[in-house]
């Protein structure tokens, strides 16, 4: 092990040796990773939204308001799922305890928020779609958009529950839903 070499170094190292101080710290990261996990869910989500609203908007000027409705309901549905994301508890009792997190819990909450973000992509294909496609596949499109807004807010709410509970007893269904 190499000797620190800077004031910060020192410090650090002093501090890894002190009881509780580390887990406090890594304790401490691990909210305020989660935090920014959220905050960069509900921040895609909103870009999601800007889209669908530039493609509401290239509608309206065509004279093309068959689906306009629809769009601004799932316009709507987005912004929900942002601010169910966003505003989110983040003191989680359970999983930032002080008890030592094992590295299976730390694996699968990891499985979890990289499914969450590819069931954001898959969001933002759907979305995509609505600008490219004709009228005939929009309301189908539209419904699958509901669907995996369904799908990436139960997942959420799953997470939630895994990081609130006991260490012990939690547990977390990381199956993706398919459209």
Not at 19 to 33: A, F, L, N, Q, V
Not at 158 to 164: G, H, L, P, S
Request: one cysteine or more; a neutral charge; proline letters at 2%.
């Amino acid at each position: 092990m190499a000797a620190p070499k800077g004031f910060s170094d020192r410090v650090e190292s002093w501090l890894a040796r002190i009881p509780g101080i580390r887990t406090y710290r890594d304790r401490e990261h691990r909210r305020e990773t989660d935090k920014r996990l959220r905050e960069h869910l509900a921040s895609r989500l909103q870009d999601v939204r800007s889209q669908l609203s530039r493609t509401v908007l290239d509608l309206s000027q065509k004279g093309e308001f068959a689906h306009l409705e629809d769009m601004d309901r799932l316009s709507s549905r987005i912004q929900q799922v942002a601010d169910t994301i966003r505003y989110a508890s983040y003191g989680y009792a359970g999983i930032f305890d002080v008890e030592k997190i094992r590295e299976e819990e730390l694996d699968q909450l990891y499985a979890v928020d990289l499914s969450l973000m590819d069931d954001l992509g898959a969001i933002k294909s759907k979305v995509a779609e609505l600008s490219q496609g004709s009228l005939e596949k929009w309301k189908t499109t539209i419904e699958e958009a509901f669907h995996l807004l369904d799908c990436l807010e139960e997942k959420f709410r799953q997470r939630n529950e895994f990081m609130a509970q006991p260490l012990k007893k939690s547990g977390i269904n990381q199956t993706r839903r398919n459209a």
